[in-house]
């Protein structure tokens, strides 16, 4: 799995839509969703919520690695904001 790939994941984990993604990382949505689909097909995921899961299970990250990520996002919007 590709630091992109990862990067894509755990921000869709964190509830942005692959929009949102694709703003955050400088993608087009339409490669933030092809990305979604190679890590679906790597994963066997049925869907993103899926890929998520099995990416937590087997250590691609940890749930304090989202947290981390959540914060600089956060940070990084309301510096944006000002």
């Known amino acids: 799995m590709t630091k992109r790939h990862m990067e894509v994941l755990m ?3 964190l509830g942005l839509s692959s929009r949102q ?5 400088y993608l087009s ?7 979604l689909q190679h890590l679906s097909i790597r994963l066997d ?3 993103t919520t899926h890929a998520v899961t099995i990416a937590l299970m087997d250590g ?5 690695d989202l947290k981390v990520l959540e914060e600089g ?8 904001a000002s």
Not at 60 to 64: D, I, K, Q, R, S
């Open 11 to 13: 921000l869709k984990a």
């Open 21 to 25: 993604v694709g703003r955050v990382l």
């Open 29 to 35: 949505e339409k490669t933030v969703k092809a990305h």
């Open 45 to 47: 995921a049925r869907n």
């Open 60 to 64: 691609h990250f940890t749930l304090a």
């Open 73 to 80: 996002l956060n940070r990084r919007l309301q510096e944006e």
